[in-house]
């Protein structure tokens, strides 16, 4: 027996130059706020940018973006709507409101439906946003999207990153490139985590403060675009750009 | 119409599997279509129809539904999903993601929403017969 959907995959991406996974292995350090400001900002920039949210359980970049009552369009598969400049991808056009517990066979047959029905065509920069946890997700990006390269977001807490590094470390056993590490809701000074992920090979890509305005912003992309994150976040992409 | 992506799918996948095999032309494919997604089959069969590639051009797509037996993991019941029970939205949003079903649909006997999809889930391909 053999799942036809697998086959197709790399067809339904090969339109795509850059596939970005923001990912921490642990929860809450940032990774959907960082993820879709981002892929706003390449937006932007006038590049072709899809977000693509892979928290099937959780999904909260449609709260970020604000984005409400969109359907994709049924082309031949599914062509993800166009909101604020990109082309965006989620779970919740189906789910709706209500939540959706799914264990891990059932998130990684999702996960598959989803990625060879759905119709990117040609992009600059593919961003995903990650679920917490090492675990069905980052397995079958790593399986199934061989040209996948991992943003990694931490925050300067050592418990975060007791989880990144072993994230990191299973990423550079495989030989998957990470573009760097961003820390993320620093409040006091401290060189811990740049010396930490350098110590590793990884590039530091910078810290972001915590902004205490960031929460107003939300569902708002105006208004988190001129936010202090949002500034922050615009330096970081310049390293995106080709 | 995300038949047609399925069968792109399909055409994709027995393409690679004929390549990988060396085989000169594919006789007959089997594919069975599970009920969960609902999948139209006349579309899905004329799709093929429209996909077929070189090597696929004589295939014979036999195609068989199999019902979708769902069972609750908290108390064992099992039943078995029917469309018609759904309002058209619901299943709409089940046809594009099966696993959609747990956010929709509960054991009858106990509420739960935690139950495992034995069969009949989506496509999958059953054989493929070959010439050498
Ligand atoms: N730099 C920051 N300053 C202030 N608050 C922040 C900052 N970054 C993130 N937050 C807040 O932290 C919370 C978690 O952010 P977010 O949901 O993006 O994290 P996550 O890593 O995606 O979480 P999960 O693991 O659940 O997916 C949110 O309430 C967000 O507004
Ligand atoms: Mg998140
Ligand atoms: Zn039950």
Redesign the pocket.
Request: charged share 25%; aromatic share 6%; hydrophobic share 40%.
């Given at each position: 027996m053999v799942d036809p959907r697998i086959g197709i995959i790399e067809e339904r991406l090969k339109g795509i130059n850059n596939i970005i996974a923001v990912s921490?292995g642990?929860?809450?350090?940032?990774?959907?706020?960082?993820?879709?400001t981002l892929a706003l900002t390449l937006a932007r920039r006038d590049y072709k940018v899809g977000l693509f949210d892979l928290?099937f359980t959780?999904p909260?970049t449609h709260v970020?973006l604000g984005v409400k009552g969109l359907q994709p369009k049924e082309e031949k598969g599914i062509i993800p709507p166009q909101v604020h400049g990109l082309r965006y991808m989620s779970i919740v056009y189906y789910s709706g409101e209500y939540a959706s517990p799914l264990r891990g066979a059932d998130i990684s047959n999702a996960l598959i439906e989803l990625l060879a029905i759905t119709r990117w065509n040609n992009l600059d920069f593919l961003i995903i946003?990650?679920?917490?946890g090492i675990s069905d997700a980052i397995l079958d990006i790593i399986r199934l999207i061989k040209r996948i390269k991992f943003l990694i977001?931490t925050t300067p807490s050592r418990l975060a990153f007791e989880t990144v590094r072993k994230l990191t470390d299973l990423l550079s056993e495989l030989g998957i490139p990470v573009i760097g590490a961003v820390e993320?809701?620093?409040m006091k000074e401290s060189q811990f985590i740049q010396q930490q992920v350098e110590r590793r090979g990884i590039t530091f890509l910078g810290e972001?403060?915590?902004?205490?305005m960031?929460?107003e912003a939300?569902g708002n992309v105006n208004k988190l675009s001129a936010t202090q994150?949002g500034k922050k976040i615009q330096e970081i992409a310049n390293i995106l750009e080709p | 119409m995300h038949e047609w992506a399925l069968a792109e799918a399909v055409v994709s996948t027995v393409s690679q599997i004929a390549e990988k095999e060396g085989l000169k032309e594919v006789a007959e494919v089997k594919i069975k279509v599970g009920e969960l997604q609902q999948i139209e089959l006349e579309i899905l069969e004329f799709a093929l129809s429209q996909l077929k590639a070189l090597k696929l051009k004589n295939t014979k797509f036999s195609i068989q539904k199999v019902r979708a037996e769902l069972k609750c993991r908290v108390c064992g019941h099992k039943w078995i999903f029917r469309k018609e029970k759904m309002n058209e939205e619901v299943a709409e949003a089940i046809h594009f993601i099966p696993e959609i079903a747990h956010t929709y649909i509960k054991c009858i006997k106990c509420g739960s929403r935690d139950f495992e999809i034995l069969e009949g889930r989506g496509i999958w391909l059953e054989s493929i017969k070959g010439v050498k």
């Open positions: 921490s642990k929860g809450g350090v940032g990774k959907s706020l960082i993820a879709s928290d959780s909260s970020i946003d990650m679920p917490p977001v993320n809701m620093k972001v403060r915590f902004d205490t960031l929460e939300i994150f | -």
